[in-house]
């Protein structure tokens, strides 16, 4: 059995919430959200976002340590509840069948695990030897009634995420595959871990993710040793160092067990339903499932407490567990609770107890003596002043359309007059700077790499991917991959007379085994390489640039790509972002990006072609799209029209596929930025047209 470091010796972890001292700061919030959405499974998980060496994959796997163990029916695969047998597809069971107690499990899913794994598959051994189509169980059935671990979880591939998202909402699995229909139950709970640096979630799985926790390194000296002590410690002698702690984690585990028992019998009143409520109201969630959850985890934690009843403690702890994560807008908004707002809204007085004898339903239709009681001054004569202003559609309200309305009109309404863009900077060879924001990002157009690729499954540019639509059918590489029946019978066929076959069975060896190919859409490394110099520096155009940059960045989020930034300006270029999976690492180096100086466009691309070369060789499967975002203007350092040339051409030879954003705008253009992108091979680009609705309504113009 794997030795893990025990739950209670993690430093800060559990400490007070296991004796219920909750010290001078309250319990760990990463061990106490994790307590209780086992408490209380239907909680729906927990997400541990934090730093890395922060102990989030150290105490996940202590968690299951001390959990009581569970019932389950003796042989069966599926980890089936005794008093629900028939939920199993290994069933039917006889009515005495043996049942046994096991721990529950801890099931890992690998961020680069199949999908065959996942959900299972054929039993390839016994379909080949056989002849026999069988179900093998995959993660989600062995982690029934357990806790599903994914480390990295902002890493996962989508079509992983997808099954995920499924069996999260359904409670349930169905595979319907390779011949083989099997539905079975697949309840568990699921628990995620990331560094927010390579990324962020999508907002689906986000979501489904019931309770959120933010962790970071200890910043006091003393506490920093005890840690470096104990691992120290538990490394030199495991056994020892758990033997230590033995106790503390019995009580834990009976503290569990009891408020497993209590949750059941926990009252949630009226009037903490109507509080909670009114906190997720404050803090303008969306949807209702932030209502559910934060209940569900008052519930629980009142359970922990040892109290019968939901209290305005219960539901100020539910809500930091449950509502950070659902106030995001916007994928690039960050994670976070304003603590003075919830204790506004929780007040300081006690929730009113429940009279049993006149439960209030909020359905029922109010009475006409409510009416009465409140007087005329309550009636309509009291509604707010409907003065001429209020519905003045006219004069200066005509002016403030584009703040109120679509995303994209507001764009389109805020680009910048040719004089504003052409307006001169002063001194722009002097190293003066300037700061511009960003308007509301729209939708892009599609930019993809050429060709078919073999990367990492995304939803950018056509590749030969591990999920997608069924093309064909190769030979095993040993890199796993779906069976392709009918293409493996048909290998087989031509030698079953050779086989000595005359009836029966078809007679299949390895040699005719055939994965399936198939095709779908891959992610790839998108590298920005931004012109920041004078040119570029006039407010308005500046403004357009990172809007346009921005958008072009949440596309990249969707279709879950690296990103890197690379900006020029003065005398050099700079890699602004190494290549990570964190877009809002991006967007917000772009938001600080200055403009001013000369324009090195020679130094830029050279800088690109060497970050390109480095990467290539880190991750040589991960194809690059490089998009420049230039005026097409070169004026730092001698000859620099000319070195800029030559520059380009030396990344047309590398075979990159690249994307020239023409910034270049006016009444006198000069048509740089198209020249460069002959040289660099690219596809030109106008800054108007990165703009999927743009691009429509020209096409729409163009066929009238």
């Not at 059935?141 to 099954?163: F, P």
């Not at 299949?508 to 931004?530: H, K, P, T, W, Y």
Request: glycine share 8%; charged share 25%; hydrophobic share 40%.
């Amino acid at each position: 059995m794997t030795q893990h470091f025990p739950f209670t010796a993690v430093v800060g972890a559990a400490a007070g919430a296991v004796v219920g001292a909750d010290g001078p700061e309250g319990p760990d919030p990463m061990a106490l959200a994790l307590i209780l959405t086992t408490i209380a499974p239907d909680v729906g998980g927990v997400l541990v976002r934090g730093e890395k060496g922060t102990a989030k994959s150290t105490i996940v796997r202590a968690l299951a340590a001390v959990l009581p163990p569970i019932d389950v029916i003796a042989g069966d695969r599926f980890s089936s509840d005794p008093h629900d047998p028939d939920s199993s597809p290994d069933g039917p069971f006889a009515a005495d069948a043996p049942v046994e107690t096991r721990p529950v499990r801890l099931v890992e899913l690998p961020v680069g695990a199949t999908e065959d794994r996942v959900l299972g598959s054929l039993h390839l051994e016994r379909a080949l030897t056989e002849g026999k189509a069988e179900y093998e169980p995959g993660l989600l059935a062995r982690a029934h009634r357990g806790i599903l671990y994914v480390d990295e979880v902002n890493l996962l591939h989508d079509h992983l995420v997808d099954l995920l998202l499924d069996a999260a909402a359904m409670g349930r699995s169905t595979v319907e595959r390779d011949g083989v229909s099997v539905e079975h139950a697949a309840r568990f709970v699921l628990v995620g871990t990331m560094n927010p640096e390579e990324g962020e979630l999508r907002p689906q799985l986000l979501d489904r993710f019931g309770l959120t926790v933010e962790v970071a390194a200890p910043r006091v000296p003393a506490l920093r040793a005890e840690v470096v002590r104990r691992r120290m410690a538990y490394d030199a002698d495991p056994a020892a160092f758990s033997a230590r702690y033995a106790e503390s984690e019995q009580a834990l585990r009976d503290r569990i067990s009891s408020a497993q028992s209590l949750v059941g019998a926990v009252r949630l009143t009226d009037a903490a339903l109507l509080k909670i409520a009114e906190v997720c109201a404050a803090f303008d969630v969306d949807g209702l499932r932030a209502d559910i959850v934060t209940a569900r985890t008052a519930v629980a934690h009142a359970a922990w407490s040892g109290r019968d009843e939901v209290t305005l403690a219960d539901i100020r702890v539910a809500a930091t567990l449950a509502l950070p994560h659902r106030r995001r807008r916007k994928p690039f908004d960050a994670p976070g609770l304003d603590e003075d707002l919830l204790d506004q809204v929780l007040g300081d007085e006690e929730l009113p107890p429940e009279d049993p004898t006149d439960p209030e339903d909020p359905t029922d239709p109010p009475s006409q003596d409510d009416g009465l009681e409140n007087g005329p001054e309550d009636g309509p004569d009291d509604a707010p002043d409907q003065g001429p202003e209020a519905n003045d559609d006219t004069g200066d309200n005509q002016g403030d359309t584009a703040d109120t309305g679509d995303e994209v009109e507001a764009v389109d309404q805020d680009v910048p007059a040719p004089s504003d863009l052409s307006s001169p900077v002063p001194d722009k060879g002097s190293g003066a700077t300037s700061l511009a924001g960003t308007t509301s990002t729209y939708r892009t157009r599609l930019l993809t790499v050429r060709g078919v690729g073999t990367g990492t499954a995304g939803r950018r540019s056509r590749a030969r991917t591990t999920s997608g639509r069924r093309i064909g059918a190769t030979l095993p590489t040993g890199q796993g991959g779906a069976v392709h029946l009918t293409e493996t019978i048909r290998a087989a066929a031509p030698h079953q007379f050779a086989r000595g076959r005359i009836d029966g069975r078809l007679l299949l060896r390895a040699m005719d085994l055939r994965i399936a190919v198939r095709e779908g859409r891959e992610s790839n490394l998108v590298l920005f390489c931004v012109d920041a110099s004078g040119s570029m520096a006039a407010r308005r155009r500046m403004e357009q640039v990172k809007t346009a940059v921005l958008s072009l960045l949440l596309d990249a989020y969707q279709r879950r790509d690296k990103v890197g930034l690379i900006t020029f300006r003065g005398q050099s270029a700079e890699v602004a972002l190494p290549p990570t999976h964190s877009v809002d690492a991006a967007a917000t180096r772009l938001e600080e990006l200055p403009a001013g100086g000369r324009t090195p466009l020679a130094e830029g691309l050279l800088e690109a072609a060497h970050l390109l070369a480095v990467e290539k060789t880190r991750d040589p499967q991960r194809r690059p799209l490089l998009v420049v975002v230039t005026d097409g203007r070169a004026t730092a350092g001698a000859d620099a029209v000319a070195r800029s040339r030559m520059a380009a051409a030396l990344l047309a030879d590398t075979g990159v596929t690249a994307v020239v954003i023409d910034c270049e705008s006016g009444p006198m253009r000069l048509g740089l930025a198209a020249t460069l992108a002959e040289h660099l091979g690219a596809e030109h680009v106008p800054i108007g047209e990165v703009s999927a609705e743009d691009l429509i309504s020209a096409a729409r113009s163009w066929a009238a």
